[in-house]
């Protein structure tokens, strides 16, 4: 009976968070034209994410296995995050400098672990932890540039910094739940408690980026 409630939960959960990236790729493409590039790049990503959440809800409808579908998503993920930050992190002045080898190399590294390490089939959290360290790694180097940076205006940088903290909310939290995603539990209810959490969290990151985008976009004209 508590399993088939959590797995309710945790159905729920999952529509909610793939309803509030429905929300948030909406509005993008509604305000698209008065978009400036770190937010058209950021619904890149959102519109990627989007895309393989109804991807994996059609290859469940169809009983195929939707893992390799999380492959795609991991490295599109690195990808566009990593395009995301280029646009607004300034400083160090190292970060633009090594910026194309770590994101070729680390590109390069997430399909050969996909090859020869973890299968397409199977969870690919060699590669997903390694991604949420980067992207954590991207959100931490941004605060360095929170104060310094004069390129974007008072409004925009609050509204990046709250896109900020919603990765720093989100990727912090659910790193552990990838990284010991391997790990098997006495109990089966606890494993599904951590992707009910991991739900809770995307809803967190993505409801956060909904209010950067209000923000910014309408709330300075009301």
């Known amino acids: 009976m508590e399993n088939s409630m959590l797995n309710t939960l945790n159905l729920y959960a999952a529509n909610v968070a793939l309803i509030c990236v429905g929300i948030n790729v909406l509005f993008c493409i509604v305000n698209f034209k008065k978009m400036n590039s770190p937010f058209k790049r950021l619904f890149i990503f959102l519109l990627m994410n989007f895309t393989i959440e109804i991807l994996a809800l059609v290859f469940i409808k169809m009983g195929m296995n939707n893992l390799p579908l999380l492959h795609i998503y991991v490295l599109a993920e690195f990808i566009l995050f990593s395009y995301f930050y280029k646009s607004i992190i300034r400083k160090p002045s190292a970060f633009q400098s090594v910026y194309w080898y770590f994101v070729v190399g680390g590109s390069i590294l997430i399909v050969l672990n996909s090859i020869f390490l973890q299968s397409i089939f199977d ?33 925009t940088s609050k509204s990046l910094r709250l896109v900020n903290s919603a990765v720093i909310t989100y990727y912090s939290g659910s790193l552990f739940i990838f990284m010991f995603n391997g790990i098997s539990f006495e109990s089966e209810n606890s494993n599904i408690v951590f992707w009910i959490f991991n739900s809770l969290l995307n809803i967190i990151f993505h409801l956060l980026i909904l209010y950067a985008l209000w923000r910014l976009y309408y709330k300075k004209t009301t």
């Open 123 to 155: 969870f690919n959290t060699i590669a997903k932890t390694f991604v949420q360290i980067s992207i954590i790694g991207y959100a931490v180097v941004y605060f360095y540039n929170l104060v310094e940076d004069p390129a974007f205006s008072p409004t």
